[in-house]
């Protein structure tokens, strides 16, 4: 049998500094590290169990080469391969990955269109129809890519403009790496900020009755410049149409139940009339048939 040992304040106390020293002393920094990667890693961990609010998908689209799969790659894992590398070919064709709007955990499912089915109108109408959203991708070196993107604007407006639709649209010019003083990227840069705000503020947006404008942002996925900001306020965006287009189904429906209370009101009133109208003509009836009656005595 084992003896159970209580120990006295003094013991307790005294085996605990041992236990502590035995741990292997540890300057104040080193304690103040410990702590840190403690805390970080649990936040980690809550947060990985934390379940996403929501969902958002969205498409990537532009010309070819504008930095498409770049972007993503960016905003997954916050790499840049490389101007002369190939794009990583985990990110081609998009990715899953979560934001934090207003405090909220979201997973933006980004689908990047390939740029060889720009040309297809099928395609990009089924983009279209998944999608909630599109980041409207051009290489601020080339004047043509932002053309182009105006175009898809076109086409996306043209397509949900048959529809009570809601969709939002972002001009994003990519590669816009460099400083203002950089002589070599000024001579690169063919489009500036200001012709992009420009163009953006001229884009229609497919609004289902919301009036909006689309929303404008210059990256580089190679710096990492402003593409975190891309997704956020895309989904913050996605957001405020659901609330609205949630709003606009409740006024539809009181619409609705109002025209209903009205008719069923309407037959109310019109039944009591019905009935002595119905009265009436029994009424005037009545003489015809007892003249017949009359006339067969
Ligand atoms: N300087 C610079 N180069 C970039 C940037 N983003 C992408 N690039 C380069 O531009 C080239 C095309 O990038 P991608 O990400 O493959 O472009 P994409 O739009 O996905 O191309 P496609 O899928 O072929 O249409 C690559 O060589 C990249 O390294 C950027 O922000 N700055």
Redesign the pocket.
Known sequence: MVNSRIWTAEEAKYLKAILQWQESPRSDDEKKKRQASVEEAERKRQKQQQQPTGEFRVLVI?????????????FGQGT????????DPFY?RGCRHPVEIDGQTYVVDAL?M??KHLLSNPMLEQALNITEAAVL?Y?VRDPASLRLAEGIADFVNENLARTTRQYTLMLVG?????SDDDSEHQQQRAVSTSQGAETAAKLKIPSGGAARTCTFME?????GANVDKVFPQLGREILELRRFAQQQRRREQADRTMRLLQQQQAQRTAAPLKKKLGLWKTLTSMPFRRRQSESAY
């Open positions: 532009g010309a070819r080469g504008s930095g498409k799969t770049s972007i993503l790659t960016r840049f391969r490389g101007e002369d590398e190939p794009p081609e990047e390939p740029s991708v290489d990519n590669k816009s790496d460099g990256v580089s996925a190679k710096t």
